[in-house]
């Protein structure tokens, strides 16, 4: 199971540590007072270990107003904290709050008492802070930091917001001294002798329990309208499919988590423990629910509370999931049909917008259904939390575990909402998809011309070119073919009559309608293609140092004068990945210093360089020998690093993602610097490819996103709607470097170094005959083109002042960067912004934009096989339409020979598909 953070500070775990910052200090300074407090289980003195261990005392509510009125009439000047009133302040909001949710509800004698509950518990709080406040001098915080009021409502002037796609949402703020409470140390204290100290806790009250269940399923809602605010800014085109499904993914992963700390607050003896109906019901319950009439959840008065818990999504999970259990095969859905959403969902009576849920649950859950079974003896391409949540909810009600999670109900009902967001629109996520499919496509199909016409290096050769194939099979099982729908056309024809009406059974399932329905697993699927696609291609570029040597060589142009034209796709690498990283410190300015600097990031020592090294026999003074061992692109991306083995594992790997500290501050730091970028080589480099690279903030949501950073590096917490946020900004300012076309830019670059080389002559075999094997025309020595043309510039540097003015001599010494630099402008000139216009067009279209393109299956199949058609059949089916099923073709019955693609390449699979009794195409071993 995937992990979230600890440090992530739900509304409860505040509110608990909150009053226990009170109550302890309550507690002990009345003790100081003279107060009287005994604790239970005193030591007895037997022992000195015993009688030097913490004493528990337990606190009544009504010894709160006792111990604050000790210590307001003890007579001695007791200076309070202001982070203890700071602290109080925020229980007797949170507390309101509570009590006002409940005021709202309309109940039985089990809410009044709830009410009167809740009611005393603020009035005592209340008192507290009465009789401190007044009578006792506080210590205030520094002037240039304000305390504010956090959880109250009403203070307006709380400095906080939440920065995300849509406006209107506040960010709830910790104040700075509630902040220095929960710092933690830096340096390790030193060992002290251990002293008697009391330890100070409330009396649980069932309250408590209730205000522990309306923090859990408020903090849940929070999330879920979070969530419905990302999909609607998808539906406007402000996010893309990417950004929201990674989110709403990793939602689920924090609401998983939540559930699992909120079942450790139950007492322990509670009937089912932590379970939706002991949980849930209990609300329902106290509401009044119970002595309602039958189906009060369909009425108009109940109908708030019951979307509120999610009553009916778990309802319908629950049959779903029951009838399936008593079933040894499969179940198809329990109401078919096409929602419509012509009429305004709030226009919907409760009963009908159940059955909307009813229809596009039972639906969801048939093909969940149908999927598990064809991945049973495959590996999952993509890793989606609710799919695999729902499948393991299948099991266990097998196994006889009849309780969903709550995580799951809720993730489940956010489905639902994703839908109604989206409405008749809900393809639209298959669309992207298979636009995002149908670049990774044109992009193999430019390398794959490529690679024909250059040798393999010894770093990167044919089989390495596997992985891109990879790629490509899973496009064609996953998204070209609809694998779903022919293994449901089948258990439909096999199982459908005796489970359903004949004329249900006899319908043709429209195609794709797995994906068609399910954006989020789109968005999952083409964060795997991408996320992917950038991690080879980075590799690859490593392998050929073709990238890194046009950089250095296009910085130099620049810096030595010789080129005035600015090359917007090289400029973009060096703010995607750094100059640090791409030349190691600040750009070089001078012959000498590009020289050593290129040096450096191909493997040279440093030694090299030093003046008073010892020369090798046969090697000149300034040269070094340009080692296979290359610093390579250093992948900084956040996203990458965090989410890469999550949804694009290597083979063999687990899947796994564990958010740590230090990718938590990854998130932020990356979140709050949107507006900080390395200087561009030339001063001529345009705005829209900076802003394009940046996707820059505010001035007002930098400071906000900067203040959070610092303030989470200080205290380790954070809320979950403050990580959700600050990963949807990571996303956002790292859309173009996630999609930067490396592999064209690897072409361009490997072109231009042929011609820079071709246009050296036979000059450098000339000048270093000893180190002919470079320039033997063997393409993975390319790269060091660029360190042979500045070492034979930075001899300038060796000359004196009359050499330096002889035509001969500065045309021996310069003229290799001077035909270089103009390659190189020329180059720039005619397409220097080519990738950078690629990545603008597809932010366009990923954002919605009018100009989006619409993807057909036909197009794929075109780019896949070309005019032989789909796997090398020679025809196209032009009867495959959208409204039809997807035809599979039959293959040949199964054989131990490996099959081979139209490429040439082996298939992965071992086995081919057979034909099955029932004249189905018997499904092949799917790839992974």
């Known amino acids: 199971m995937v992990t979230t953070p600890s440090f992530l500070f739900d509304t409860y775990k505040r509110y608990k540590d909150q009053t ?15 107060q009287s407090i005994q604790p239970e289980g005193m030591a007895k003195g037997k022992s000195k270990k015993k009688a030097q261990a913490p004493l528990v005392t337990k606190l009544a509510l009504s010894d709160i107003v006792t111990l604050a009125k000790a210590i307001s009439q003890s007579g001695s000047a007791v200076e309070i904290p202001s982070n203890i009133l700071q602290s109080l302040k925020f229980v007797i909001a949170q507390r309101k709050k509570c009590a006002a949710w409940f005021s709202q509800q309309h109940g039985d004698e089990t809410l009044h008492k709830a009410n009167e509950g809740h009611s005393f518990v603020i009035d005592i709080f209340e008192k507290a802070f009465g009789i401190l406040s007044p009578s006792t001098n506080q210590t205030q915080p520094p002037a240039n930091k304000r305390a504010t009021v956090e959880g109250n409502e009403d203070d307006e002037d709380s400095e906080i917001e939440f920065i995300n796609s849509f406006a209107g949402l506040e960010v709830e703020d910790f104040s700075d001294t509630e902040v220095n409470s929960w710092a933690q140390p830096v340096t390790v ?30 903090d849940l809602n929070e999330i879920r309208t979070y969530l419905k605010g990302l999909w609607s800014d998808y539906h406007q085109g402000k996010l893309d499919l990417i950004t929201v499904s990674i989110a709403t993914d990793t939602a689920f992963d924090i609401i998983d988590r939540a559930e699992e700390e909120f079942v450790h607050c139950i007492p322990p003896d509670s009937q089912n423990r932590g379970s939706y109906v002991n949980s849930a019901g209990r609300l329902w319950n106290c509401m009044g629910g119970h002595s309602a009439k039958e189906d009060a959840e369909y009425t108009e008065e109940f109908y708030p509370l019951t979307d509120w818990l999610c009553l009916h999504t778990y309802r319908t999970l629950y049959q779903y999931l029951a009838l399936l259990a008593t079933k040894d095969l499969f ?29 596009i649950i039972s639906e969801f859950m048939f093909f969940i259904e149908l999927v598990s079974a064809a991945l049973a003896t495959t590996k999952s391409p993509f890793h989606d939390k609710l799919c695999k949540g729902l499948a393991e909810a299948m099991l266990n009600f097998r196994r006889g575990d009849r309780t969903p999670r709550i995580w799951l109900t809720f993730a489940l009902q956010i489905y639902l909402d ?32 490529f690679v024909q016409n250059i040798r393999p290096s010894e770093k990167w050769d044919a089989d390495n070119d596997m992985v891109f194939n990879d790629i490509t099979y899973f496009i064609q099982y996953w998204v070209y073919d609809d694998f779903v729908g022919a293994h449901r056309a089948r258990i439909i024809k096999n199982h459908g009559t005796n489970r359903q009406k004949v004329e249900e059974a006899k319908k043709k399932p429209p195609p794709f309608q797995y994906l068609s329905n399910h954006p989020l697993m789109c968005g999952l699927m083409a964060a795997s293609i991408t996320l992917n696609l950038q991690k080879h291609s980075i590799a690859c570029c490593e392998a050929w140092g073709t990238l ?11 810096q030595l004068g010789y080129n ?31 020289y050593r600097r290129f040096g450096l990031v191909n493997g040279v020592s440093p030694r090299n360089h030093a003046p008073d090294k010892r020369r090798q026999p046969g090697k000149k003074s300034g040269e070094a020998i340009f080692s296979n061992k290359t610093r390579g692109i250093i992948n900084n991306s956040t996203v990458s690093a965090i989410f890469l083995h999550r949804y694009a594992p290597a083979k063999g790997e687990d899947p796994h993602l564990e958010l740590t500290l230090p990718e938590v501050e990854r998130i932020l730091n990356q979140s709050a610097a949107r507006q900080d970028s390395s200087p561009a080589i030339s001063n001529t480099i345009t705005k829209s490819t900076s802003s394009l690279l940046l996707d820059q903030n505010s001035p007002r949501e930098s400071a906000i996103e900067t203040r959070l950073a610092k303030r989470f590096e200080k205290s380790h917490k954070l809320t979950p709607i403050e990580l959700l946020t600050s990963l949807v900004s990571t996303l956002q300012s790292e859309h173009a470097a996630m999609h930067f076309p490396y592999l064209p830019m690897h072409i361009r670059c490997m072109r231009l170094l042929r011609a820079v080389l071709t246009s050296l002559g036979n000059e450098p075999k000339e000048m270093y005959p000893q180190y002919i094997r470079f320039w033997d025309a063997r393409d993975q020595d390319l790269r060091h083109v660029t360190g042979w043309i500045f070492m034979t510039s930075s001899a300038m540097d060796h000359l004196t002042t009359e050499q330096r003015n002889d035509k001969e001599k500065f045309e021996k010494y310069m003229g290799w960067v001077i035909k270089a630099s103009k390659l190189v402008e020329k180059f720039a000139k005619e397409k220097g912004g080519k990738e950078m216009e690629k990545v603008r067009k597809w932010k366009e279209e990923d954002l919605g934009s009018f100009s989006r393109r619409i993807v057909t299956l036909k197009d794929i199949g075109l780019a896949l096989w070309g005019e032989a058609g789909p796997y090398g059949t020679g025809k196209w089916e032009e009867e495959v339409k959208e409204e039809e099923v997807v035809k599979v073709k039959k293959r040949k019955p199964r054989k131990k020979k490996k099959k081979k693609n139209a490429s040439g390449h082996e298939a992965p699979n071992d086995e081919g598909g057979g034909e099955c009794e029932d004249g189905f195409e018997e499904l092949p071993e799917l790839v992974g």
């Open 331 to 359: 179940v198809p859905a329990m109401e078919f049909g096409t929602v419509d959403h012509s009429t305004p969902r709030a226009k919907l009576s409760p009963r009908q917008k159940a059955d909307q849920d009813s229809t």
């Open 564 to 594: 005035k034209t600015s090359w917007p796709d090289v400029e973009a690498l060096v703010q995607i990945h750094g100059e640090g990283n791409m030349f190691i410190g600040g750009l070089p300015k001078t012959a000498p210093e590009c």
């Open 20 to 34: 226990q910052t009170f109550i302890t200090w309550l507690g002990e300074t009345a003790r100081q007072c003279g």
């Open 189 to 218: 204290p030193k060992k002290k002798k251990a002293s008697s100290k009391n330890i100070y806790e409330m009396e649980n009250s069932e309250e408590d329990l209730l205000f522990n269940l309306f923090c859990f399923f408020s």
């Open 418 to 449: 994703i839908h109604y967001i989206l409405k008749s629109e809900v393809k639209r996520g298959l669309d992207d998809l298979r636009r995002i499919s149908m670049r990774f496509v044109d992009i193999m199909a430019e390398y794959s011309r």
């Open 548 to 558: 890194m040597s046009v950089a250095h060589l296009y910085n130099g142009s620049i």
